[in-house]
């Protein structure tokens, strides 16, 4: 049964109730997202979690209200639980905190009203609509070939990519496009379901983990359980290579609006498909308007981060895009730009008339991502003199992201 657990509001000065926001996280070690609780009561919000109750989520002391999530896939009980969780606190902001609540919000959104499945309820939908913008351009926000035909079709630069149902034809788009490429799952995220292929063997070897054929039982019963919107689309996606060095936005938007764009370049990564774990926050006017334009064509709300490539003529390429706060954000207020304060402030007083050119970065600045930073070892001399973004007021949350840390280490040895 749901039962949250309130602790005292503090209200903002001049009487003004604070911005309502609920985080929901389905991924109970997702490290980035456990960051956001602490942006987000900066900006004044009051917030609450929906999450599992092992989630680094609820190890934040900024959550005021808990909603504990049951172990399960069954779409139809995670939406009982948000549909419940919506009703109990009514927030002003739903957030989708990682990629599976992303999946979950798009079935939900696509699946609702269909095939005798009952509509969302009233309350839901509206946060839905109000949190997301428009419901109907998810498919193009999470799966990223759909991001990226988008893209071009609007006139930002993305690699050319081939649709591949079968390994014979991702040799054959492989062959069109020469090697290396790059071949992509539809719904990747932080570095899974990514892969470069610089040899005929290497595709040959991604092709029979990805796309062999499988029996159809293991679908079946998956619907059968209400757990197909886990299941991922067979089709990869082969993409030209590109070479340059990462680059990331973050936007805050509402209604197709932009307000806000945070745009950083990555000055260390682990590896060349795992997201960055030191950014160096700079002005990168191409980005924001990348930013802005894809923005605009979904009609979306909330928080849509992206992805570029940096190539040795200073030209962006999108990648991909994450439909939601992305590590980025929770740091962006030591570059200048606040993009949680921004968005709560445009609830609760939207401004009117013509369109405004969005904010950006005002400060280059450097922070060294925690624990991601330190995963292989102990910070060298040159990580030293970074700031590091520690969670030195939050000890629970920090005891728990000390384990993870631990748990990485004896992945690595």
Sequence with gaps: ????????????????PPARVLLVALEARHISSCRLPAAFAAAGAELAALAAPDSLMFRSRHIATRFPLEATLNARRLRARLERAVAAFAPDLLVPCDERTLWLMDHLAGEAGRAGLAALSPGLAACLARSLGRLDTLPDRIHKPLTQRLARDIGVRAPVDIPAATLEEARAAALQLGYPVVVKRPRSCGGSGVAICRTPEELDSIGARWMRRKSRWPRLKARLLERDWMTPPSQVSVQSYIEGRLAVSCAAAMAGRTLGVLTAVAERRTRDLLPADVLRYVARPDLVAASAALVAAFGASGFVSFDFLIDAEDRAWLLECNARPTPVLPFGARAGLDLAALLLAYLRAPADGE???????????????????????????ELRAIWQAVPWDEPELLRALLVELRLARQGEE
């Design 1 to 16: 049964m749901l039962s949250p657990d309130d602790h005292a509001t503090v209200r903002p000065a001049g009487g003004r």
């Design 355 to 381: 369109a405004t050119t969005p904010r950006t970065v005002a400060e280059e600045t450097r922070v060294a991502l925690f624990p991601q930073a330190v995963m292989q070892g102990p910070p060298d001399a």
